[in-house]
């Protein structure tokens, strides 16, 4: 499972034309799932996500997470982070989980991080075509996978 955090002042999914989802000052999750991830992936993340000390404190170090901070989160599925490019110029998506399998993971990943935060989590719709919208604060983006937790 592999997560891009980007710090955002504001972030929004808009589908068909209409807002669907949005927040101010906290995380954009885009979430990739592949076909190996299991409840442990999940938990590995949203500990990484809930605790990633990313947000600045009062000498504007980043030593502060996004709970700390009582921001929020919205968490955008996106396959395409499993994307292999080493071929060619086409990427192959093989590697990402099948849509069957990725739903029930993703809404997993939803529960436990709604369950397991005190901050409000958004979310896009798993499979749509999403409008994605953020300002990035920063810019700070931290690309984290739960196969490389060693």
Do not use: C
Request: proline share 2%; charged share 25%; no cysteine.
């Amino acid at each position: 499972m592999r997560a891009v955090l980007q710090r955002v002042s504001e972030a929004s999914v808009t589908i068909n034309g209409k807002l669907h989802s949005e927040i101010q000052d906290g995380l954009l999750v885009l979430l990739g799932i592949t076909h190996n991830d299991t409840d442990e992936d999940i938990e590995y993340l949203v500990g990484k996500i809930t605790n990633m000390r990313i947000f600045s404190d009062e000498a504007g170090l980043m030593n502060k997470s996004v709970v700390d901070v009582q921001g929020s989160i919205l968490v955008v599925s996106q396959f395409t982070l499993h994307a292999a490019t080493r071929k060619g110029n086409r990427p192959s998506f093989i590697a990402a989980a099948r849509p069957e399998q990725a739903i029930t993971l993703y809404d997993k990943f939803l529960s436990r991080l709604e369950s397991t935060s005190t901050v409000a989590v958004k979310a896009g719709v798993f499979g749509a075509d999403m409008k994605v919208r953020l300002l990035n604060d920063g810019p700070v983006t931290i690309v984290v996978d739960s196969k490389e937790k060693i």
